[in-house]
């Protein structure tokens, strides 16, 4: 069974950094995309990155701010977020879409920016 565990959240002040880890277990391979997801209080969940293989997107509010990037040999996937804003505060949630075989999201990881 595949589950996605996800690490690296807080508190952090506005223009701040912060990594984001998103740990796959199970039998998968690194072809399937992995995305990152965050949902904001009161707001629907929304697409934020996407890594498959080497291919990368992001949301427009983000580029130039956030990487997605992956280790293969620990099976993890990262989202470096740097010169955080308010609004990015939100639940952050990733996401491994194995098409036919299904859809397996983590647990959430908060991150919260303020001052």
């Known amino acids: 069974q595949v589950q996605l565990v996800e690490s690296g959240g807080g508190l952090v002040q506005p223009g701040e950094s912060l990594r984001l880890s998103c740990t796959v277990s199970?039998?998968?391979?690194?072809?399937?995309?992995v995305s990152w997801y965050r949902q904001a209080p009161g707001k629907q969940r929304d697409w934020v990155a996407q890594?498959?293989?080497?291919?990368?997107a992001y949301k427009n509010s983000v580029k130039g701010r956030f990487t997605i990037f992956r280790d293969n040999a620990k099976n993890t996937v990262y989202l470096q977020m740097s010169s955080l804003k308010p609004e990015d505060t939100a639940v952050y949630y990733c996401?491994?879409?194995?098409?036919?075989?299904?859809?397996?999201w983590g647990q959430g990881t908060q991150v919260t920016v303020s001052s």
């Open positions: 996401n491994l879409n194995r098409g036919s075989e299904g859809v397996t």
């Open positions: 890594i498959t293989n080497d291919i990368k």
């Open positions: 199970g039998s998968v391979t690194e072809i399937y995309p």
